[in-house]
């Protein structure tokens, strides 16, 4: 097709430009064939920023006319839609007043080895942790902060 009208597509930002507006986006155009034998068109550079903007004609150019002066267009490649959600952050629940609770499972079952097995997560080696243990208070240090009545349950199973 001389005039491709691609389907609408998601993708995370941070996915494509680790949420950063203004970080280089390369965007390869390729012609497709049935034989597998894609023939590359040329690339577009922009930006979330740019793309943000939806604009109308991005012209797609080759690497190989990169050293001359006036670099021959492809083609164009225009932004038809584009929408953006952002994501609350765990700052903006904080801020929100949000109700956090600590609460905490320990698996007991056989599988994770006896006690006194150096290799089980609970094995204890004198007055040192667990494994278990060294991870419920390395998280429950940081959350606890946050747990409104500071009671903590823990269940085991």
């Not at 497709?32 to 939806?54: A, C």
């Not at 225009?78 to 952002?86: D, E, G, I, M, T």
């Not at 994770?112 to 991870?135: C, E, T």
Request: net charge neutral; with cysteine.
């Amino acid at each position: 097709t001389l005039n491709p009208t691609w389907p609408l597509f998601k993708i995370e930002s941070q996915t494509l430009c680790n949420n950063d507006p203004f970080r280089p986006i390369v965007i390869l155009v390729y012609d497709w064939d049935n034989d597998g034998s894609d023939d590359y068109i040329g690339k577009i550079e922009t930006t979330l920023n740019e793309l943000s903007t939806k604009p109308k004609k991005l012209d797609i150019k080759r690497d190989k006319d990169k050293d001359k002066k006036k670099k021959k267009s492809r083609g164009q490649l225009s932004v038809l839609q584009y929408n953006s959600q952002p994501r609350n952050s765990f700052l903006d629940y904080m801020q929100g007043n949000v109700d956090m609770s600590l609460m905490c499972a320990i698996d007991f079952t056989g599988s994770n080895g006896h006690p006194d097995d150096y290799q089980s997560l609970h094995y204890i080696q004198g007055n040192k942790p667990s494994q278990y243990q060294n991870a419920i208070r390395q998280i429950g240090n940081i959350v606890a902060v946050y747990d409104s009545d500071q009671k903590f349950p823990v269940w085991g199973f």
